[in-house]
């Protein structure tokens, strides 16, 4: 691992001119569409630093910009220790407990630290957000970003990054073993046998094969089970708002209506949205085919569960798997009661129901996956401010400053998407020699990376107090991350903008 230390060797020495003539921009070819899906990165760990590997298979050391120890990270919800070894293994002080943090608790928490990561409980409120002071980025150790207000995170310059599809096939596995546990009563019979009743039947169990599943969002998890459902011999069919490659022999329904009708067992794979909010409500239920079945891994809001009860309960729904709820337990251990969910004790009632605690990603594999992808993307941005897979930024990426080039400095600024900060920044800027530069733009929301060669710490200190004053023009900046490293050698700017 490279240190703060590397960095003021290197900054201390006054190289020859020759060393100054840098290699320039040389983009990676890496995806900077803010659409664009992120397939990872060519990096590799060597030792206790991350090495990006050049074509040719060489690597170079990467120049680390900072004092690593004064990174300070909080981690909930018991992220994987894979994703922990990573963040450790760069000096950052990193803690980590099992469980989420109510909001109060949350905010005295936060306040202190640089970068915080989360799965699906921690909710990242504006108010919270907005008491974060040195927070920079957020790691979601999940697919959905729902619990972050990734709006507010990206007004005040907070980077949010998360797994797109680390946990996908966990998800549809667990889907296909519900389908037929809930064909078969699977449930009800073990639990039955467990309190020492034998009840041997076959009244209302069917097989799987030749039914037809309703795949409601036919995005990572629905189109991965599409493809799983077919091999047990089931029909597929799918709703969603985009229109879509259908795997296999999948068919797309037109309408949500047209789908439910037609399906046996139906199944919900969308975000939560203002849109898929009780998307499946009395009247939707009421489509549904007499005697099919419900499975819900998305997100608790995505059914009416009072709906669903009364469904249930009138036999038009045969049996339900629910692994998501409108409010879910901080930790393990903790209750389940109608004090977090008013119709809790309703539901524990019910026949032939599945209720699982939120475990559809939950399997070693994806969240060792998740750790290692949701880590490298936490310290790609606080070593190099790179936002490849961010989820509220424009991507932007500049190859590494390498020991090749010690006198160096990386400027990141972020600012509001408005007419004439540009021009401001590069009468700064364009004082020096400026090797590379990329700016970008997503919603409000701008972004710009530029290094710049043939710097001393003067020099740096200049630009940085030059940026800072910026904000008089109605952005103000803030957070000098790396402006004053233990040897007040800093090796990157960054600043950001307060809305
Ligand atoms: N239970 C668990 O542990 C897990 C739950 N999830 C949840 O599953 C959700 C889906 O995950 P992915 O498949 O990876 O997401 P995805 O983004 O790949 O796919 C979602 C699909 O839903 C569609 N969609 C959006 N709004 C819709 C609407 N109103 N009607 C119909 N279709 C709509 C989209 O077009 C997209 O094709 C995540 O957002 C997350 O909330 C994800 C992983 C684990
Ligand atoms: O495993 C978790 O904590 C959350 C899984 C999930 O819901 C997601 O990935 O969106």
Redesign the pocket.
């Known amino acids: 691992m490279s240190s703060a230390l590397d960095v003021t060797e290197a900054l201390d020495i006054e190289p020859p001119t020759t060393e100054l003539a840098r290699r320039v921009s040389s983009s990676l070819g890496l995806s900077t569409s803010p659409t664009g899906t992120f397939h990872g990165p060519p990096w590799t760990k060597t030792g206790t630093s991350l090495t990006r590997t050049t074509t040719g298979g060489a690597s170079h050391k990467q120049l680390k910009p900072f004092a690593a120890e004064e990174i300070k990270i909080l981690l909930l919800e018991n992220v994987n220790t894979t994703g922990q070894d990573i963040l450790r293994s760069q000096g950052y002080q990193v803690t980590a407990l099992k469980s989420s943090l109510p909001e109060d608790e949350l905010i005295e928490k936060i306040r202190d630290v640089s970068v915080i990561g989360i799965r ?1 409980k921690t909710k990242l409120t504006a108010r919270v957000l907005r008491e974060a002071k040195n927070l920079i980025v957020v790691g979601c150790f ?3 970003t ?1 619990q972050v207000d990734t709006k507010v995170a990206a007004e005040r310059g907070i980077a949010v990054f998360n797994s ?2 680390s ?2 096939r966990s ?1 549809a596995e667990l889907i296909i073993g519900e389908i037929i546990s809930l064909a078969r009563q699977l449930g009800d019979r073990s639990n039955e046998m467990h309190k020492g009743t034998w009840n041997k039947v076959s009244n209302g169990c069917w097989e799987i094969r030749g039914k037809t599943l309703g795949i ?7 189109s991965q089970l599409s493809v799983l459902a077919e091999a047990f011999g089931m029909s597929v069919i799918f ?4 229109n ?1 490659m259908a795997l296999g022999t999948a068919k797309q329904k037109p309408t ?1 209506e047209a789908m439910l009708g037609t399906a046996d067992f139906v199944t919900c ?5 203002p ?2 909010k009780n ?1 499946l409500g009395r009247k939707e239920l009421g489509y549904m085919k007499d005697g099919s079945y419900l499975i819900n ?3 608790g809001s995505v059914i009416d569960i009072p709906a669903l009860i009364d469904a249930m309960r009138s036999g038009k729904i045969a049996g339900a798997a629910l ?2 709820y409108p409010a879910e337990p901080a930790g393990n251990g903790d209750y389940f009661t109608n004090e977090l969910n008013p119709w809790a004790e309703d539901l524990r009632s019910l026949k032939n129901i599945i209720l699982t605690p ?5 399997t070693e594999e994806a969240q060792s996956a998740i750790g290692i992808e949701v880590s490298e993307a936490l310290v790609r941005y606080v070593n190099e401010g790179i936002t490849l897979g961010a989820v509220n930024m424009p991507e932007v990426n500049l190859r590494s400053l390498t020991m090749d080039e010690p006198n160096h400095v990386r400027v990141i600024y972020i600012h509001r998407n408005i007419p004439g900060v540009l021009r401001g920044v590069n009468a700064i800027l364009g004082d020096h020699n400026v090797d590379k530069q990329m700016t970008d733009s997503r919603g409000d929301v701008a972004y710009l990376m530029a290094d710049i060669s043939d710097v001393n710490v003067t020099v740096i200190k200049d630009i940085y107090q030059r940026l800072e004053s910026l904000g008089g023009k109605g952005f103000s900046t803030t957070l000098a991350l790396d402006a004053q490293s233990a040897n007040e050698v800093p090796a990157r700017i960054m600043t950001r903008v307060l809305y």
């Open positions: 699906s999940c697919i959905g729902n797109p599809f946990n996908s998800v409601i969002g036919y995005g990572h998890i629905g709703y969603d708002v985009v879509l949500l794979h969308v975000p939560e949205l849109e898929t998307m891994a998305s997100r692994d998501v939120h475990i559809g990603g939950s």
